[in-house]
Structures are given as C-alpha cells and as structure tokens.
C-alpha cells in the first residue's frame, strides 16, 4: 500500500504512509465563536466500520450535534481473492478466536450468519460440571433406594425378622461412614474429578454384586452393602470440592440444590421403577440394571469434567472471570489446619445440625416403605409409588428453596441470616407434619403429611448444606466429611434403632424421637451459626 487520501468535506487530503504525518486543519464546526468570549466544546463521533466489496475501506465518523461530519478512508491498492480452504492457518479462524458471529454473503448477495461457537459449546461449563454432578447423585440415590423396595420380597424369602432388616439397612452406613472424612481430604488435595469417578465406579460394582452376596449368606450381603457405603461416602466430599472451585458465590444455593434434588429424584426414579422390574423379572434384576448404569456416567464424566478451573483448557475467558470475581485464585491444599477447625463453634453447630437432621431423613429414605406397606396397608407396588410423591417435592422445594436464598443474598440480605432462616423452615416444617401422623386416620392424609414433611426439610440445602462453603471454602470437602460422618453416624444408629422401637414399641415413637431431635437443631443453629468466611 502507497498512499491512501482522506476526503473532508469534499477535499482530498493525501496522506503518505511512508512519511511523518502532518497535522490537518480538522473540519468545520456548525458551533460559532462571539469574539471575546473563551468558549470550550466538545466534539463527539459515533464510530463506524464498515467493510465493502472492492478495495475501498470507509470510515464513517458520525458528529452527535445534529450535523453530520464525516470522513473517508480509501485505500488505492486492489487486493487479490483468497479462498479459505479447511487448512487455513489458526489465524484465519475467526470462528473460534473472536467468540462472536460472522457475517457472510451467499452467492445472491444475501447476508446470514454464521455461528461463532454451537450453542453446546457456549453452554456454561461450570453448569455443565453441576448437571453432571447431579446425574451421578440420581444414580446414588436410585442404586441405595432399591434395596427399601427389594428388602420386602428378601425378607419373604430369606426369612429376616425387623432387627436383621435393620441391620441390613445400616449395613450401608458402616461404609459410608469410613469414607466422609478421608474422601474429603482426597478430594481438597488430589481434586474431585478422579475422587467422583472412583465412587461412581466402586457403589456401581457392589450394587451388580448385591444379589450374588445375598445369596451366599447374610454376612456376605452385609459385607457387599458396607462396601457400597465407601464408594457413596466419597461422593459428596467430592461433590463440595468441585462445586466450590466451580461455582460462584452469587449461584451457590440453587447449583448445591440442583444437585441435592439429583438424589430425590434418584429415590423417584428407584421407588418408582423397582416394583415393575420386581414384578416381571425378579428382585435381582434391580441391582443389575441400576448397578450397569454407572459405566454410561464414568465415561461421560472422564470426558467432560475437570477438578478444578484452572485445569479445563476449553474454558472461555470470560467465564473464568466470572467464576473467580470477588475472590482469589486459591493454591492447592496441602495440610489440613485441623486444631483451626475443631475450634470454631460454627464448626460444631454444623456437624451437630447434620447429625440432627439425617436422623429423620434417613428413618424416611429407609424405612418409609416399609411404613406405608405394615400401618397403611399398600402392597409392594402402592409403596414404591406412594413414596415417590415425597421425594418429588423435595425436588421441586430443594430448588425453590435454592431460589430463594440466591435472590435473597443477590438483594442484600446477609449469608448468615438466609442460612438460619432456610435451616429453621428445614427443622421445623418436618417437625410440624410428622407430629400430625399419629392424628390423621386416612393413608391419603399420612401420605400428604410424609410429602409435606420432605418438602420442607429440602429447604435444608440452602442452609446447613451450603454452609460448608460459606465459612470455609479451601476446606469445604473436608468440613463436608467431618458433618456428614456425624449425619451417616445418625443414619447407622437411627436406621438400626427404629427396628428394634418397632419390635418393642410403635411408629409413634419412631416420629417423637426425630422430632426431638429437629428442635435441638433449631436452636442449636440459631445460636451458634453463621454464613461468614472463619477458616481462610
């Protein structure tokens, strides 16, 4: 290119590309000067590009007085067509290095656009890692439900009385307890995407493995369950690593409660299900075919999922950004300040709540079967069906729930009041509507009371559950297994202890003890909670 020429007002102006430049007259103005006075103005341009066919480039300076000034730049040197072919150097690529739409020209002339990135790819990647996340807890909780729907044809053939039942569902538990707090130290220092993926793989294998083991006698079945209970125990550690390296503040309780509801429609999907695969090919063909679903998820995850991210090299920039606003890029973690954490009382107010809390959810998710077939007299396939009421409005609670606290965080309203305030409607909703089950007298309005109790208890994932994060996020997964051993260690005693009430007493006493229990939460939360950072 030699020279180009700028046209203002009709007058050429040459400009030498190779010359230093020389200062112009700029263009008349519409604005005029009374002698005498020292007027300062401003002159503003709207600017605009525009790209024709041919070897002329204009550059159109629009004036905002009402007056329209306007310069051209024209360029004297035709240019040569060049098709690009698909083996364009990277630097051809717009598609992929601009992130935006192209537009291009048919052969009529007629312009349309062309996608920058397909829409999957624009999809954001952190919710991409949440709807994974919460695929992997469907299949937690359909591959830990069935065996409440199974246990009864079991227990016909294998001949269990209610104490060997309760052992059988607590079985689960022993293993699930081992693996809290180890699965959240893996997780905070090798990542949660391999931590993930081992659990999915290892509860996958004991849940195809159950019906052989049950077979071979009850200490083998015993042994298959506590071993499906170490693969399941890793996974919410795991899950809370991720969720906090992944998801922002601002979208903490409805990605937490996105994922939670993933279990309650797990129990859905395994209470509704069961029954029919019981009924046409037998109680072993429910751990066959949910255990096989865990490769499908393995492969997808390995594939698409990352720890952390700082690891994903597809993540677009400006996501990052979002994701790490408002707080630093966290280094790894390499030691647990353990003396730090068991000495915050906020600490303690969460394990005590979640042991107060998984009380009463796991006598439901266990026992609620066998409540609907003995006092409110459902056959096998009423039970399945009528238990899937409860979990599906704690799916939709969980992430109205979720919502709710955003909304309310994103107006002003304090993490620490938000939290206490969705933890207490997750105590005392539960404990209101299980009161009311020794006063109704038709199985509809037991049913309605069980429904209504999950449904509020769900609101628990914007409060006790999203507190790990709050107050200690580099440690999240750890904080996650210390509360949660203490919620697996009220699954253990509290499933094992309901059988040996029912064998000596009634559901009745079932429900006052978890109602108990719900109101020592309340107040223990209330006074001793909080939603600000303690552990840095």
């Known amino acids: 290119m030699a020279c180009s020429s700028i046209a203002m007002d009709g007058r050429a102006l040459p400009i030498s590309l190779y010359s230093s430049p020389k200062r112009q007259r700029p263009p008349d103005t519409s604005v005029s000067r009374n002698s005498g006075s020292n007027l300062n103005f401003k002159l503003h341009f709207r600017v605009r590009v525009q790209f024709l066919s041919g070897s002329s480039v204009h550059v159109l300076l629009n004036g905002s007085r009402g007056r329209n000034q306007f310069w051209k730049v024209r360029s004297d040197v035709k240019s040569e ?76 053939e294998y001949h269990w009385n209610s104490t060997t039942v309760g052992l059988i569902q607590s079985s689960f538990f022993w293993g699930y307890l081992l693996t809290q707090i180890a699965g959240g130290i893996w997780a905070d220092t090798v990542g949660g995407k391999r931590v993930l993926a081992f659990g999915v793989i290892w509860w996958s294998v004991a849940t195809v493995l159950t019906p052989v083991a049950a077979k071979l006698g009850l200490p083998f079945l015993l042994i298959v369950r506590a071993f499906m209970g170490i693969g399941e125990g890793v996974a919410m550690p795991a899950m809370n690593n991720l969720l906090s390296k992944w998801v922002p503040v601002a979208e903490r309780s409805r990605s937490l409660a996105l994922v939670y509801s993933g279990m309650y429609l797990g129990s859905v999907t395994g209470l509704a299900f069961s029954p029919f695969l019981i009924h046409s090919y037998g109680w072993p063909s429910v751990f066959f075919s949910f255990g096989s679903l865990g490769t499908v998820w393995t492969a997808l995850w390995l594939n698409k999922a990352y720890s952390s991210p700082l690891e994903d090299p597809e993540l677009r920039p400006e996501e990052k950004k979002l994701i790490f606003r408002n707080r630093v890029i966290e280094e790894p973690v390499k030691t647990i300040p353990w003396r730090v954490i068991l000495s915050k009382p906020p600490v303690w107010a969460l394990i005590t709540c979640h042991f107060c809390h998984n009380w009463g959810t796991f006598i439901l998710l266990t026992w609620m079967p066998t409540y609907y077939n ?8 009423e039970s399945g069906l009528f238990c899937v009421l409860p979990w599906l409005t704690m799916a939709f609670s969980a992430n109205l729930g979720g919502w709710i606290a955003d909304t309310l965080v994103s107006k002003g309203m304090s993490v620490t009041t938000v939290r206490k305030v969705m933890q207490s409607i997750g105590f005392l909703g539960p404990a209101f509507f299980l009161s009311q089950l020794s006063h109704v007298n038709s199985p509809a309005m037991a049913v309605l009371c069980m429904a209504c109790s999950q449904g509020s208890d769900a609101f628990s994932q914007s409060g006790l559950y999203s507190n790990h994060q709050d107050i200690a996020p580099r440690y999240s997964g750890v904080l996650l297994g210390l509360s949660n051993t203490a919620g697996v260690l009220a699954g253990v005693f509290g499933t094992a202890a309901t059988g040996y009430i029912l064998q000596h007493g009634s559901w009745d006493d079932v429900f006052e003890v978890a109602i108990g229990l719900y109101l020592v939460g309340t107040v223990i939360w209330n006074l001793f909670s909080t939603g600000e950072k303690i552990i840095d």
Do not use: H
């Open 81 to 156: 067509p060049y098709e690009i072919s698909k083996s364009a150097p990277e630097s051809f690529k717009f598609k992929e290095k601009l992130g935006v739409d192209v537009v291009s020209k048919d052969d009529d002339g007629d312009e349309f656009v062309v996608n920058a990135v397909p829409w999957w790819e624009e999809f954001p990647k952190r919710w991409t890692i949440v709807i994974l996340c919460f695929s992997a807890f469907l299949l937690c909780n359909m591959d830990r439900v069935n065996m409440s729907i199974a246990i009864l044809p079991m227990s016909s």
């Open 374 to 381: 003995q006092v409110l007299g459902f056959n096998l396939t």
